[in-house]
């Protein structure tokens, strides 16, 4: 499927579209206080809108409250003001903004009051992420977009080159990239601490849930009619045309590969950058998979996955392995404790380090080395950030400054997720050419590396 180019008209607030690629090393900078986010002016706030209310969208609304929310973007209002409702927190940041406008078509949005926005939120199914990423990069707004960025590796690197292009912000939410955990990782790995890291294991426990269904075509299944304040057209998108089942279009679209991308494309963004960060890993050479049966049309119960990185200047090639649906790695040390949401296991020829879920912490192994070592662990060399990555987001949109997961930087990262994802759907082994996007050995598991169907009309891409 031949993806269109970025054009986009130009900008409307100059301060606001400073260029944040340039290079350098990782930057990170501080929020004000709550306090002083509520004194701001209201013309001094982003004017943001959210594509997507429930879900990841009531995290955006709750850490964005200091800036102005203009419009709402949801293919179901009812369901998305629902789920903020439920959450307490979220209910009274939707709250402060009553005037703001409420759309279920982004493409109306935008028509109607793209000069009044200047940044967007995309909290949707992983299958939109790239129609809906590229029109607000047309219209050249900062974008934060959930992770894994996009549902396959060709709309990865057409909207990485988009942002590029647009001279915008941009943050892939993966939120321990802006966690401590991360920073200690790799302030860690470069003192020497492990030695020479040869060895990557990472996981998430989740057993079935929404990411394995065995719930493909299935021609006795009945359809359903949509709910009254759902836009099932709308919800399709981009995808091929199916009658209404409340199963796909709601929490369990994750489990279906037309719409998702699977435990290892939700989680393994979260569980793997601290490997990719702290070892500057890059592309992997390949990735092989183990997996439980392939259901028709969703993802297997259980994964392990075997990828292979090579070595880096004096650094070894390095072993990385992924466990999830019940699967856990071996034991790294007598007493070690699993975390069942995930996390990442580091190991050297002089040390192991466990690094928790989302990057959230980081430990030497076993204890007894931690407390050893304690009082004389290398300084703390990598800038901290205080608040979550909307924070983060907003405040380089203000200073001209790039993001910890901007997409350049994102888009790697998310790739090696994608690239295991194809490999599950291939069933086989991939050998992988980054610099082509091609797979060398296997050439029918190349339209996994695409997104396997030809978009659906009226989308802009």
């Known amino acids: ?9 130009a900008s409307r607030r100059e301060f606001l579209h400073t260029s944040a690629l340039a290079t350098g090393s990782l930057l990170f900078t501080r929020t ?46 009812v369901r998305g003001r629902m789920q903020v409702a439920a959450n307490r927190v979220a209910s009274g940041a939707l709250a402060r903004f009553p005037d703001a406008r409420w759309f279920h078509d982004y493409r109306e949005m935008f028509a109607q009051m793209s000069d009044q926005i200047d940044a967007v939120v995309v909290s949707v199914p992983d299958f939109m992420h790239y129609a809906i990423g590229m029109a607000v990069l047309r219209q050249r707004k900062h974008l934060y977009m959930e992770k894994p960025l996009c549902r396959c590796i060709t709309e990865v690197r057409a909207l990485r080159a988009a942002a590029a292009e647009a001279g915008v912000v941009t943050q892939m939410g993966n939120q321990g990239r802006a966690a401590e955990g991360i920073r200690l990782a790799r302030e860690w790995v470069q003192a020497g601490l492990l030695g020479r890291v040869h060895t990557v294991h990472a996981w998430n426990y989740t057993v079935g849930g929404s990411y394995s269904l065995g719930l493909g075509p299935n021609p006795d299944a009945t359809d359903e009619t949509p709910p009254p304040s759902l836009r099932y057209d709308l919800w399709q998108g981009v995808a091929p045309e199916r009658p ?56 297997p119960t259980t994964n392990t996955l075997h990828y292979a990185f090579a070595a880096r200047g004096e650094q070894p090639p390095v072993s990385v392995r992924w466990f999830d649906g019940g699967i856990l790695p071996p034991l790294p040390v007598e007493g070690f404790t699993f975390n069942n949401a995930g996390g990442s296991i580091f190991y050297g020829d002089k040390g192991i380090m466990a690094v928790g879920s989302h990057s959230s912490s980081a430990r030497l192994l076993p204890d007894a080395r931690m407390a050893e070592l304690r009082s004389s662990l290398p300084p703390k060399t990598i800038p901290r950030l205080i608040g979550g990555p909307h924070v983060e987001w907003v405040n380089a949109i203000r200073a001209g400054a790039r993001c910890g997961s901007d997409f350049q930087r994102a888009a790697p990262l998310a790739e090696i997720a994608l690239l295991g994802v194809a490999a599950i759907r291939a069933q086989t082994r991939l050998e992988w050419d980054a610099t082509a996007g091609r797979v060398t050995n296997a050439p029918a598991a190349q339209r996994f590396i695409g997104p396997g169907y030809d978009y659906r009309p009226g989308w802009g891409v």
């Not at 004017?47 to 879900?55: E, S």
């Not at 969208?57 to 850490?63: D, E």
């Not at 569980?271 to 969703?298: H, I, K, N, R, W």
């Open 32 to 77: 004000a206080s709550r306090a002083a986010d509520a004194a701001k002016p209201a013309n001094s706030r982003l004017q943001i809108a959210l594509i997507g209310v429930g879900g990841r969208g009531q995290a955006a609304l709750t850490a964005l409250q200091g800036e102005q929310i203009v419009a709402f973007c949801d293919v179901d209002h």
């Open 244 to 299: 209404y089942r409340k199963v796909r279009s709601h929490s369990s679209w994750r489990g279906y590969s037309d719409y998702g991308t699977g435990c290892l494309g939700d989680w393994a963004c979260h569980q793997l950058d601290a490997a990719v960060y702290a070892l500057d890993l890059g592309a992997p050479l390949s990735v092989e998979p183990a997996t439980t049966p392939l259901p028709p049309g969703t993802f």
């Open 1 to 9: 499927m031949k993806l269109r180019p970025l054009t986009a008209p």
